[in-house]
Nanobody, 120 residues
Framework: QVQLVESGGGLVQPGGSLTLSCAAS????????MGWYRQAPGKQRELVAL???????NYADSVKGRFTIARDNAKRTVYLQMNILKPEDTAVYYC??????????????WGQGTQVTVSS
């Protein structure tokens, strides 16, 4: 059973920083692209940042220059460093990963979500 477990959310003041982590566990053959999405109240879930298995990254325009995605393949973990946080960054952040539990199966997995609140 493959699981993604997120950590690192919380309450931070505008201009502050937070780092989110997401660790994959279970029976895993390989991990492809990993990413972070977010969903604010009353809005659709949106892509925040993506990192491929080869390390290429992609960011939403709203977070470019402020957020950095990185991965540690040995630890099966993806990180999201968030700087210069704004109230509009407030949302539930979800980790996503394309994982092969075996060499012939590819599934898309989601974490349970972690709340990030930016407020003074």
């Amino acid at each position: 059973q493959v699981q993604l477990v997120e950590s690192g959310g919380g309450l931070v003041q505008p201009g502050g920083s937070l780092t989110l982590s997401c660790a994959a566990s279970g029976s895993i053959f390989s991990i492809g692209a990993m990413g972070w999405y977010r969903q604010a109240p009353g809005k659709q879930r949106e892509l925040v940042a993506l990192i491929t298995g080869g390390g290429s990254t992609n960011y939403a325009d709203s977070v470019k220059g402020r957020f950095t995605i990185a991965r540690d393949n040995a630890k099966r973990t993806v990180y999201l460093q968030m700087n210069i946080l704004k109230p509009e960054d407030t949302a539930v952040y979800y980790c996503n990963a394309a994982i092969r539990p075996t060499d012939t199966i590819l599934n898309n997995y989601w974490g349970q979500g972690t709340q990030v609140t930016v407020s003074s």
